[in-house]
């Protein structure tokens, strides 16, 4: 059973920065293809990123894509999310998945392990 966690969380201003890690245990992280999320109160599960086993195929959500970059370093067990020029509506969790598909998938129920989540807050 592969365990997820996200860190890099926190409160940045408009226009600020941030690299979010997820780090896996129990399990190799290059046998899985990965998966960002995030959610806010109220809300379903938004897909953010995706990123292949070998990290040379990607998905990025419409909303994000200019201003965020997915990347892995499987030596490391880690999946990264960097995020530039951060809006207020990014606010909200933002999680990381495991899945075992073989293809893209943005579907919260084709992914087999999640992180407990990373708060991310973006003030105005």
């Known amino acids: 059973q592969v365990q997820l966690v996200e860190s890099g969380g926190g409160s940045v201003q408009a226009g600020g920065s941030l690299r979010l890690s997820c780090a896996a245990s129990?399990?190799?992280?290059?046998?899985?293809?990965m998966g960002w999320f995030r959610q806010t109160p109220g809300k379903e599960r938004e897909f953010v990123a995706w990123?292949?086993?070998?990290?040379?195929?990607?998905n990025y959500a419409e909303s994000v894509k200019e201003r965020i970059t997915v990347s892995r370093e499987n030596a490391k067990n880690t999946v990264f999310l960097q995020m530039n020029n951060l809006k207020p509506e990014d606010t909200a969790v933002y999680y990381c998945?495991?899945?075992?598909?073989?293809?893209?998938?943005?579907?919260?129920?084709?992914?087999?392990?999640w992180g407990q989540g990373t708060q991310v807050t973006v003030s105005s």
């Open positions: 998945a495991a899945s075992r598909r073989l293809l893209p998938t943005m579907k919260t129920a084709d992914y087999d392990y």
């Open positions: 990123i292949s086993r070998g990290g040379g195929s990607i």
């Open positions: 129990g399990g190799m992280v290059r046998n899985y293809n």
